[in-house]
């Protein structure tokens, strides 16, 4: 009894330890078709799009991937996107995407610069901020065992509160300037701005001034021809945001310009604004409704089509935006309509566009379009403009529409790969 008692406890220990190994087996081999160890050969292939980079200096201090020219080829595509702060730095949205690295999802990186950074200074803290971000993809590849981090810091090192004497707010100005000269014409051109901003997490001051003189001076064998075209442009804006998604503010703005008939306008609009897409993903996004309504009074240098040399209306305005950035391209449109309330018939409707597509590996287009349906020109003289005025363009002319449009093809097939720096002759 005892010895079938031991041959039945052993059949059961074997079938059990069989049982179990081939549980722990198929376990095992689940696990192997979800999650691979073993490293890709070569190194990551990377494609970067977005802004005008050092492709230079990043080759030279990121061999440890292989740059492509076609995102179709790549195993890491980054889209890089900038925007301006307060302190009238950049920062600089790194957005990773990846279709051959099955254990990562796509995530976004950030790195700033200051104003007062040299281009030296600029492109050292990208091209350090898209390495840090690669050390994932590079760690899944044979490249990891050449690689080593170091630690530059000091453990002492301790951090020092900062103090910012100026408050947020940031100063700028600037001035531009040309002159073209031949025998029998000579053009000026001047143009002045000054930019005052604060911006904090939850309010936006913009403060901004610009004036351009524009001289043109013709002269034939009996007659000297001269237009000087003068305008002055301000703008002020205080902006609350309210929530992820609510922001509102107040907008003033003074305006003239003797080619389009305007001693001066000044307006004084609240606006209110909705974004579709939380805030925090505007690099990747944005979908925004905005409206602002307020008044404006106007002034000109001769009796208007009219019959007013000065009055004061009220104008709305809607505006809508959209920006999406994918990995096969870039769609920006804005939408705005505005009218004079007290005729609604004076009003216009602007529609610009600006599409970057992919359509297949090696080849893109590109499109943009502007087109304006005008029917709010108050500000056009009575009088009539002399052939002299229009071919000087001392005066803006009638118009029911203006339309620009342009389109683009890139075509490029050969070698995926873009490592080489070569800046010989």
Same mark, same amino acid.
């Given at each position: 009894m005892i010895s079938k008692f031991i041959k039945l406890f052993f059949l059961f220990f074997i079938f059990g330890t069989v049982s179990s190994f081939a549980a722990d087996n198929g376990a095992l081999t689940k696990i192997k078709e979800n999650y691979s160890y073993d490293k890709k050969e070569g190194k990551p292939k990377v494609f970067i799009e977005g802004i005008r980079l050092d492709f230079d200096f990043m080759r030279r201090n990121m061999k440890f991937v292989d740059f492509v020219n076609d995102p179709a080829v790549a195993d890491v595509h980054i889209i890089i996107n900038q925007r301006v702060n307060g302190g009238g730095g950049l920062v600089y949205s790194l957005m990773y995407n990846t279709k051959t690295f099955e254990n990562f999802g796509d995530f976004t990186l950030t790195c700033t610069t200051s104003l007062s950074d040299t281009h030296e200074e600029r492109r050292k803290i990208i091209t350090?901020?898209?390495?840090?971000?690669?050390?994932?993809f590079a760690n899944q590849t044979e490249v990891a065992k050449k690689l080593s981090i170091h630690y530059r810091g000091k453990e002492d090192t301790k951090e020092i509160a900062t103090e910012d004497p100026w408050n947020n707010w940031t100063f700028r100005g600037g001035f531009?300037?040309?002159?073209?000269l031949e025998e029998s014409r000579k053009d000026f051109n001047y143009l002045y701005n000054l930019r005052v901003d604060k911006v904090t997490e939850d309010w936006r001051f913009r403060n901004f001034g610009r004036m351009s003189i524009r001289t043109r001076e013709y002269q034939n064998d009996k007659e000297a021809y001269r237009s000087e075209n003068i305008s002055k442009y301000i703008n002020s804006s205080v902006v609350k945001s309210l929530s992820t998604r609510w922001s509102a503010g107040i907008f003033a703005g003074y305006y003239s310009s003797n080619y389009s008939n305007t001693v001066y306008s000044v307006s004084l609009k609240p606006a209110i604004e909705y974004n579709i897409f939380p805030w925090d993903v505007s690099d990747r996004k944005v979908f925004t409704i905005a409206y602002n309504i307020g008044p404006q009074w106007k002034k000109y240098y001769e009796e208007t089509i009219y019959d007013k040399l000065k009055e004061g209306l009220w104008e709305q305005s809607l505006r809508l935006d959209l920006q999406l950035i994918k990995t096969w391209g870039e769609i920006e449109a804005g939408l705005d309509a505005?009218?004079?309330?007290?005729?609604?018939?004076? @009003?216009? /409707?602007?529609?610009?566009?600006?599409?970057?597509?992919?359509i297949v590996r090696g080849f893109s287009i590109n499109f943009n379009l502007k087109a304006e349906k005008i029917h709010d020109q108050i500000y056009l003289p009575k009088s009539e403009a002399s052939l002299e005025d229009i071919l000087l363009n001392r005066v803006k002319?009638?118009?029911?529409?203006?339309?620009?449009?342009?389109?683009?093809?890139?075509?490029?097939?050969?070698?995926?790969? @873009?490592? /080489?720096?070569?800046?010989?002759?």
């Open positions: 350090d901020a898209i390495s840090m971000g690669l050390m994932p531009n300037g040309s002159i073209n505005s009218n004079y309330m007290h005729d609604f018939s004076k @009003n216009q /409707i602007t529609f610009d566009s600006d599409l970057s597509i992919r002319l009638p118009s029911a529409f203006e339309v620009f449009t342009g389109i683009g093809i890139r075509v490029q097939f050969g070698s995926i790969y @873009n490592n /080489i720096v070569n800046n010989r002759l």
